[in-house]
């Protein structure tokens, strides 16, 4: 009888987060509390808006209300000839256009 146990890339992700927050915020509360002056509530101001964007990006990956766009043309840095394979095939396209007998009206 074979057992398996599967975790997904994803569920890890989430354990990391929590994690790093069980941590995190025990120790920033230690560097942030008392707050005496200025420089300290602006400190605190920091690290509350950073926990908040934080929580906010995880939400929003959670829900899928972040668009994945990296690699797309969505992407400002977006150029499929920087990819190895991407500028082969361009550069095979372009062969193939220039072949004798071949016909502008002729279609992939």
């Not at 790093?20 to 509360?29: F, G, K, T």
């Not at 990006?57 to 043309?73: I, V």
Request: charged share 25%.
């Amino acid at each position: 009888m074979d057992r398996s146990f599967e975790i997904s890339g994803r569920s890890l992700l989430y354990v990391f987060y929590a994690v790093s927050l069980a941590v995190l915020v025990p120790l920033l509360s230690m560097v942030v509390f008392p707050i005496e002056g200025l420089g300290d509530a602006a400190l605190a101001a920091l690290f509350a808006v950073l926990l908040g964007a934080g929580v906010v990006r995880a939400w929003r990956t959670r829900t899928d209300r972040e668009p994945e766009h990296l690699g797309t043309a969505g992407d400002v840095a977006y150029d499929p000839i920087a990819d190895p394979g991407q500028a082969a095939k361009h550069s095979w396209e372009k062969a193939v256009r220039r072949l004798p007998g071949r016909g502008d009206d002729e279609e992939d």
